[in-house]
């Protein structure tokens, strides 16, 4: 009798295990979580986790060529985050409205972004990668760099401890502890197997008009994407997945 050849992975797969029960996403733009994890936040709606995003800017200076004011391409942007949202369960958003373009690891946005862990209270977060990937430079925006460096300063030491910021105190917002996060755009340590995902994945991105409105390669694309990443973890044929990068903070 032959013995059927078994493929081991060779990165470890996300199994969902119920120790998530919240979850947050810190990006900096609309449309940087569709790209870089709607299919990870589909799976972990699908197995009841409570997700929600946290938005650092509005995408005011969003790269289309529309003659709409900042303030008119904010408002587009939001409505499209929060529609593309609603595709993959999630209903609570924040839109700390910083500029687009313009954001740096503050002290300021450190506050900001612990105020939002405190009152959501996550077993997880997910961000962006403070790491530039020389590899793939559009993944590093300046803005995506900044982000993922101050939502690892939010997470450890801030949102954890009492006397940073004690005017979060005042506000109700006492500390948490993040014990994980996961993040985008660096090298994988972790992959998400999203292939019954991908179709959520597809449609929260078709949200973003202003941003891929006109990209008739979209879906193609973002399955190249997938399957790369798929293949390089050693998933099987025709498998789809997202990586991160994975950290323990406890």
């Known amino acids: 009798m032959s013995k059927k050849k078994v493929r081991k992975s060779k990165l470890p797969v996300f199994k969902y295990d119920g120790s998530i029960k919240r979850a947050l996403v810190v990006v900096a733009h609309p449309d940087d979580v569709d790209f870089g994890s709607a299919g990870t936040v589909a799976t972990l709606t699908h197995h009841g986790v409570d997700v929600a995003y946290c938005l650092v800017t509005s995408g005011d200076a969003g790269g289309d060529d529309s003659t709409h004011s900042k303030e008119e391409r904010a408002e587009i942007r939001e409505s499209e985050q ?31 972004i612990s105020r939002v862990i405190r009152r959501h209270r996550p077993d997880l977060v997910i961000t962006q990668s403070p790491e530039r990937n020389w590899e793939r430079i559009f993944a590093s925006h300046p803005d995506h760099l900044a982000v993922g460096e101050a939502t690892m300063r939010a997470v450890y ?44 994945k597809f449609a929260a991105l078709t949200k973003h008009e202003s941003q891929v409105g006109e990209r008739a390669d979209l879906e193609k694309m973002l399955r190249r994407w997938a399957r790369t990443t798929a293949k390089v973890a050693g998933l099987g044929k025709g498998r789809l997945a997202e990586g991160f990068r994975v950290i323990v903070t406890k």
């Open 82 to 112: 929060r529609a593309a949202a609603a595709e993959v369960g999630v209903t609570n958003l924040t839109f700390l409205r910083w500029p687009d373009g313009q954001v740096e690891p503050t002290l300021l946005l450190r506050r900001e």
């Open 157 to 200: 030491p801030d949102a954890r401890n009492p006397h940073a910021f004690p005017e979060l105190l005042h506000e109700g917002c006492a500390p948490h502890t993040v014990p994980l996060v996961w993040m985008s755009g660096g090298q994988p340590t972790m992959v998400v197997d999203i292939s019954k995902r991908f179709s959520r």
